[in-house]
């Protein structure tokens, strides 16, 4: 079970980012990336369930401050320094966890996945082993996107599509269209609505400048 989905806004030209940051800011589809990464579907939902967001440190060091680490989800840093949270405030919270690739990654949130629920009434999470993870996100960036969507692991690609071309130094890579199949307009509407159990808005949205569309790209093969 450790399928994951990998969430991106892109640009017509597969662009992500500029100088570190979104080239964009789209308050609904941020709205959006937080639901589809928050959202708890199965089974009981108590404090230690979660899903996953595994990140490179470059889209960690992205997320403004007071936004990080993610809330109510199980922040997961992929980089290569095991001493990147020595003396950060993150150091000790439960909900964030340092991997040093992303395999290393995956097998960490696959370990916390399918646990038997700590006992009714036991006090709220203090460490990592008390964290059950129930769905696992790739959230960037490049690098990071780059080895996920070569994985059979990778189920979905969730894919905010702006549609302009907004000037970007970072991409993410080409869809090969015999691994994942862009699901038709409706049927991405469905396929969202059914994953999150809950209504989301069909169609192009229109934010300030920008126009863009939730799309879905399923693994089939
Ligand atoms: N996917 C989509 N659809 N849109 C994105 O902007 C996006 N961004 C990333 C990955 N996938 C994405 C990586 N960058 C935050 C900031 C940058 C970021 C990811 C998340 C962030 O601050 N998130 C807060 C929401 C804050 C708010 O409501 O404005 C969160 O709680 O998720």
New binding site residues.
Partial sequence: MRSFSI???ADLANG?GFEGK?PWR??K??????R???KIVHSTTCSTRVNACI?GRV?WE???AR??P??S?FNVIVTRNPHYLDNKPEKNNPLVALASSFEDALDLVESLQGQSPVEPGSSPSSSVADIQVERIFL???AQLYNQGILSKDCSNI???RIQAIVKCDTFFPNIDPSQYRLLPRYESHTFLENYLQEPVEAGIITEGEYSYE?TVYHRDS
Avoid: E, H, N, Q
Wanted: aromatic share 16%; net charge positive; proline share 3%.
């Fill in positions: 969430v991106v806004a992500i979104l789209l308050k589809d941020m709205a959006f990336f937080a589809i990464t928050s990140m889209t992205s997320i403004p936004f990080r993610l809330s989800r959230i960037g960036g969730f894919m905010t939730y």
